[in-house]
């Protein structure tokens, strides 16, 4: 059963066909993930499971998070990602999730956060247009009226405007595997993924049957 997947992107590269034709794909190491906690509806209400992921020092992992984990096993891992699913059979607390559970031409969805561009103006950020570059124009990327100066009197919550660029998280999917490299722990997706390389990646099979969003 494919529940879903933590990963880290390691970058772009190309993919050639049978066919010859160069394919854009993304390489991500995915796992292996521990399963550290099961959460069943006689218990907590609904049914799901929790990854960790990742290896970090015990010393920046906090008491209760290193007691938590000590359930499950005894190294400290730096992400942790629940999934709801619909049935625990075959899940056991402890047990490794590995790429074995994808396969190729498989789709999925992939989470991540976008790269930070810091403050942007108008233009890049929104993708406005610019005013005249003539000489005597003093607007060339200036945002230019922002509401009414009379009634209301105010500028409206919502209104695009220059700020901060990136660093959200968003879902590309329907992203086609390509290829699954079981010795490496790696995915190669066809296209692009959220982040920059190194970038913490959620991977989670497309159309899931009977699976609930995730927190």
């Given at each position: 059963?494919?529940?879903?997947?933590?990963?880290?992107?390691?970058?772009?590269?190309?993919?050639?066909?049978?066919?010859?034709?160069?394919?854009?794909?993304?390489?991500?190491?995915?796992?292996?993930?521990?399963?550290?906690?099961?959460?069943?509806?006689?218990?907590?209400?609904?049914?799901?499971?929790?990854?960790?992921?990742?290896?970090?020092?015990?010393?920046?992992?906090?008491?209760?998070?290193q007691g938590h984990l000590a359930k499950s096993g005894d190294d400290p891992l730096r992400h942790l990602k629940e999934y709801r699913v619909a049935s625990l059979d075959g899940l056991e607390?402890?047990?490794?999730?590995?790429?074995?559970?994808?396969?190729?031409?498989?789709?999925?969805?992939?989470?991540?956060?976008?790269?930070?561009?810091?403050?942007?103006?108008?233009?890049?950020?929104?993708?406005?247009?610019?005013?005249?570059?003539?000489?005597?124009?003093?607007?060339?990327?200036?945002?230019?009226?922002?509401?009414?100066?009379?009634?209301?009197?105010?500028?409206?919550?919502?209104k695009r405007m220059a700020g901060r660029y990136g660093g959200k998280q968003i879902t590309t999917r329907g992203l086609v595997i390509l290829k699954v490299d079981h010795e490496h722990n790696?995915?190669?997706?066809?296209?692009?993924?959220?982040?920059?390389?190194?970038?913490?990646?959620?991977?989670?099979?497309?159309?899931?049957?009977?699976?609930?969003?995730?927190?």
């Amino acid at each position: 059963m494919s529940i879903g997947i933590l990963g880290k992107k390691l970058g772009m590269s190309q993919f050639f066909d049978e066919e010859g034709r160069s394919i854009p794909v993304t390489l991500i190491e995915a796992g292996p993930c521990r399963i550290t906690q099961l959460k069943s509806t006689s218990t907590d209400g609904y049914n799901a499971v929790q990854l960790g992921f990742g290896e970090v020092r015990p010393k920046l992992v906090n008491k209760p998070a290193q007691g938590h984990l000590a359930k499950s096993g005894d190294d400290p891992l730096r992400h942790l990602k629940e999934y709801r699913v619909a049935s625990l059979d075959g899940l056991e607390l402890g047990s490794s999730v590995t790429v074995s559970a994808f396969e190729p031409g498989q789709k999925v969805d992939v989470s991540g956060d976008t790269m930070g561009r810091g403050f942007a103006g108008l233009q890049k950020r929104h993708g406005f247009s610019r005013g005249p570059m003539s000489h005597g124009s003093k607007n060339h990327r200036e945002p230019g009226s922002i509401g009414a100066g009379t009634t209301p009197g105010r500028v409206y919550p919502g209104k695009r405007m220059a700020g901060r660029y990136g660093g959200k998280q968003i879902t590309t999917r329907g992203l086609v595997i390509l290829k699954v490299d079981h010795e490496h722990n790696l995915l190669v997706v066809k296209g692009s993924v959220p982040g920059k390389p190194g970038a913490l990646l959620n991977i989670r099979p497309a159309n899931r049957v009977g699976a609930k969003p995730s927190h």
